[in-house]
């Protein structure tokens, strides 16, 4: 399975590392790659621990699993990323809409590890209602990680939640 950060390498080679604590991100847009590899490979508890400590009472590993439960996460685009900061959109589909979350997220350094501390949403649209019968919207994104051949969403992602 390729990576879902959309990196191109193999899910072990990439974020599967980091999610498994066998490495450590290096980068602001190494973590947000990972933890967006974690939402899509439904691991609340790795995007929980990579909240600064100063944002985890305002989280919850539950409310964290059960968002990633509910959406099927298609695609990462970064639009930019600094040493402090990452702009990138996430697409996915909640209850048969696809929509795209676009933030700029703020990170910091807490004892040698990069954490996500917040991040402001500058975009969050419902792109378009997903019909059962119309081609995936997994395969409309060059850096979706499971391109499945134009089949039917009903035959494709649907299947992930049910519908």
């Excluded at 609340?44 to 059960?66: C, M, N, P, W």
């Amino acid at each position: 399975m390729l990576c879902p950060c959309g990196s191109s390498l193999p899910f072990n080679a990439c974020c599967q590392l980091y999610i498994t604590q066998q490495k450590h991100p290096s980068t602001p847009e190494q973590l947000m790659r990972s933890r967006f590899s974690a939402y899509a490979t439904k691991n609340g508890q790795y995007v929980f621990d990579t909240y600064a400590a100063s944002q985890r009472l305002k989280q919850s590993v539950t409310e964290i699993q059960t968002w990633a439960d509910e959406c099927i996460w298609l695609a990462l685009k970064i639009h930019e990323s600094d040493e402090t900061t990452v702009e990138f959109s996430a697409y996915y589909v909640v209850d048969q809409t696809l929509c795209e979350l676009r933030e700029k997220s703020n990170f910091t350094i807490e004892q040698g590890q990069w954490r996500y501390i917040d991040g402001d949403i500058t975009v969050h649209n419902e792109i378009v209602t997903v019909k059962r019968n119309e081609v995936c919207p997994c395969n409309n994104y060059p850096t979706a990680w499971s391109t499945k051949r134009n089949k039917k969403f009903k035959h494709c992602c649907a299947k992930q939640i049910g519908i």
